[in-house]
């Protein structure tokens, strides 16, 4: 059984940074492509960031593009969404999500595809 915890989450002031990480235990990262998924109140469940097995393929919703960056350690079974110049609309659970894949630089944006989610860490940037 793959399991996944997040951590990082917290309250921040807008324009400043937090570092979410995922640890992954019960198989190794490295046949998964990984992402990052939010849940604000009252709304579904967005993408925010993908990244591929390999590492060599990252993706992002054009909401965080150039201020989000993720990577993965699969030596360490964990990955990281680096979050900068964070604003009060980034506010969400923040939930890491594990799809195996066939594929070296695939990852998907659709939450479906995603078999294994961890159970969040809340994100709070107030004005």
């Known amino acids: 059984q793959v399991h996944l915890v997040e951590s990082g989450g917290g309250l921040v002031q807008a324009g400043g940074s937090l570092r979410l990480s995922c640890v992954v235990s019960?198989?190794?990262?490295?046949?998964?492509?990984m992402g990052w998924f939010r849940q604000a109140p009252g709304k579904e469940r967005e993408f925010v960031a993908g990244?591929?097995?390999?590492?060599?393929?990252?993706g992002y919703a054009d909401s965080v593009k150039d201020r989000f960056t993720i990577s993965r350690d699969n030596a360490k079974n964990t990955v990281y969404l680096q979050m900068n110049m964070l604003k009060p609309s980034d506010t969400a659970v923040y939930y890491c999500?594990?799809?195996?894949?066939?594929?070296?630089?695939?990852?998907?944006?659709?939450?479906?595809?995603?078999?294994?989610w961890g159970q969040g860490t809340q994100v709070t940037v107030s004005s």
């Open positions: 019960g198989r190794s990262i490295s046949t998964y492509a």
């Open positions: 990244i591929s097995k390999s590492a060599g393929t990252t």
């Open positions: 999500a594990a799809d195996w894949s066939f594929t070296n630089n695939y990852y998907s944006s659709q939450s479906s595809s995603y078999e294994y």
